[in-house]
């Protein structure tokens, strides 16, 4: 995918590299379970992808590296950085999956169990404010992680940048991106875990080089993502409804 788009261009006039990567699988996605603010450790299929990553992004000169708080991107990004002594892990919460609330630990067929209205919210293209209930809303989750990608651009205004955080917040960045808005588009925008994609950002345009590249793992026989997506199960529960 190699794509440019001048729907959004650099903060700070600079000239920055980002490779916006997910952290490694986990129980979580092996289960089909919401981990958005559950600091849920990478399993051993999740350790296995870190290290064939790093492996694969060795001879990238990066300026800096960055991950959330949450142990599966930070365990990440420091497999990544054992290949790179001289670039310190900076940890930035605001790069922290949403916030499932209620929803956290369970399985994605409790949205259409135990939460009906909320899995047609999520299906409803119209409703413009979606909150997880204990947890975070769309909007409060798109506005933090935009702040931090802005505040990143700006720091790092002529520089090559690793974010290791998780699909929720890469899905955000691209949609910042590429001026999209539609929850279709947030969904279309689901990475693999541990892939990678490599986005230029300018003065005067945003190139897509790269998006999910897991050619790494498919290599390796380890390219796996066994979940339902929440849209899948939100449209699972529009069409139960629609039976009754």
Wanted: net charge negative; glycine share 6%.
């Amino acid at each position: 995918m190699d794509h440019e788009t001048d729907a959004f261009v650099h903060p700070a006039g600079g000239d920055t590299t980002l490779y916006l990567i997910r952290h490694g699988q986990t129980i979580a996605n092996s289960l089909s379970q919401y981990a958005g603010s559950w600091d849920v450790a990478l399993n051993d299929i999740g350790r296995r992808q870190a290290e064939v990553l790093a492996e694969c992004l060795r001879d990238v000169a990066f300026d800096a590296a960055i991950s959330s708080q949450l142990s599966r991107a930070k365990d990440t990004a420091e497999a990544i950085l054992r290949y790179h002594p001289g670039v310190s892990l900076e940890v930035d919460r605001d790069f922290a999956e949403w916030d499932f609330g209620d929803l956290e630990g369970k399985e994605f067929q409790s949205l259409v169990t135990e939460y009906p209205e909320l899995a047609r919210q999520l299906q409803n293209p119209k409703a413009e404010i979606v909150a997880w209930p204990g947890g975070e809303s769309n909007v409060d989750f798109k506005r933090r992680v935009d702040r931090g990608l802005d505040r990143l651009l700006s720091k790092y205004y002529h520089n090559r940048v690793a974010i290791v955080t998780h699909g929720g917040v890469i899905s955000t960045f691209m949609l910042h991106l590429t001026g999209k808005t539609s929850r279709e588009d947030f969904f279309r925008f689901s990475p693999s875990n541990c892939s990678i994609s490599e986005i230029h950002v300018t003065a005067s345009a945003t190139q897509i080089v790269r998006w999910n590249d897991v050619l790494h793992l498919e290599s390796e026989g380890i390219h796996e993502d066994p979940y339902l997506t929440t849209r899948e199960m939100a449209r699972k529960g529009a069409r139960q409804e629609g039976d009754e």
